[in-house]
């Protein structure tokens, strides 16, 4: 480790193989010799908060299920990227996301709260770029048309990607339309992707999102990915006019495409 003088990044671990203790702080005593290490990127906890190492890293990036053993560490505001991959997260686990302020990567692999829950965290995290998020709840939540999501009020966000649970059932037109536009906030989206599996009012969902996003995100994006989602062709024409700069678009077909394509 010494003789890596030029060392700006460093990823260490696994989460299918985390490293005991001892080795792991033979592997941080090593790592404090490297002067010149900005960007730790970890996945396996936890980590020692006394290591000097920590304390002199300008990032880190975590990816860990182990999200207990990260409430008021000494070194939240130093974590860039954080990931949960397999753990599942409810409305507990808040004010963690809140306790990242510098956040510019948010990766959860299960959300069960409800969206007005993640809204208030992202408020904390003004920071935030990238956020990919699957959301589940409980069947009997339902929106409330008279209480539309708080906004975040984010100004970077430029890649959002949600998943929908299968059985998440209960949002309806205007109110995927609020959820997007919420977290969205003042942002310009070059990256939109959202996966949904209640085919049934698709179609309806498709062209209220389109309408927005033609609107507010026309001009900037890039990638658009709504496989579960059914488009006239009337939106698909305003599409290719009010999306210059798409490059990549992935869009579901409906049953009576199929119907027409069939020999």
Request: some cysteine; hydrophobic content about 40%.
């Amino acid at each position: 480790m010494p003789l890596l003088i030029n060392l700006r990044i460093l990823n260490v671990g696994d989460l299918d193989v985390p490293y005991k203790c001892r080795d792991l702080d033979a592997i941080m005593d090593a790592v404090s010799t490297l002067q010149h290490l900005q960007l730790l990127k970890y996945a396996s906890y936890p980590l020692p908060e006394d290591s000097p190492t920590l304390q002199r890293l300008s990032e880190i990036e975590i990816t860990s299920e182990d999200v207990d053993t990260l409430r008021n560490c000494s070194f939240a505001k130093k974590v860039v990227r954080f990931a949960t991959p397999l753990r599942s997260l409810t409305s507990v686990d808040t004010p963690l996301i809140k306790g990242f302020p510098n956040l510019r990567d948010l990766s959860l692999g299960e959300y069960w709260s409800s969206p007005e829950e993640l809204c208030t965290a992202l408020e904390a995290v003004p920071k935030l770029t990238h956020l990919r998020v699957k959301l589940s709840v409980d069947l009997n939540y339902r929106y409330n048309p008279k209480h539309s999501y708080r906004p975040t009020n984010l100004t970077r966000l430029s890649h959002l990607t949600m998943t929908f649970r299968e059985g998440y059932r209960f949002m309806d037109d205007d109110a995927l339309y609020w959820l997007v536009e919420s977290i969205v906030g003042q942002s310009s989206l070059s990256s939109l992707g959202i996966m949904w599996y209640n085919l049934k009012t698709a179609k309806t969902r498709c062209e209220k999102l389109l309408q927005h996003l033609f609107a507010r995100h026309g001009r900037t994006l890039q990638k658009l990915k709504l496989p579960f989602f059914h488009m006239t062709k009337t939106s698909f024409q305003r599409l290719a006019k009010r999306m210059p700069c798409l490059t990549q678009l992935w869009i579901g077909v409906t049953p009576q495409m199929m119907v027409r394509a069939s020999p």
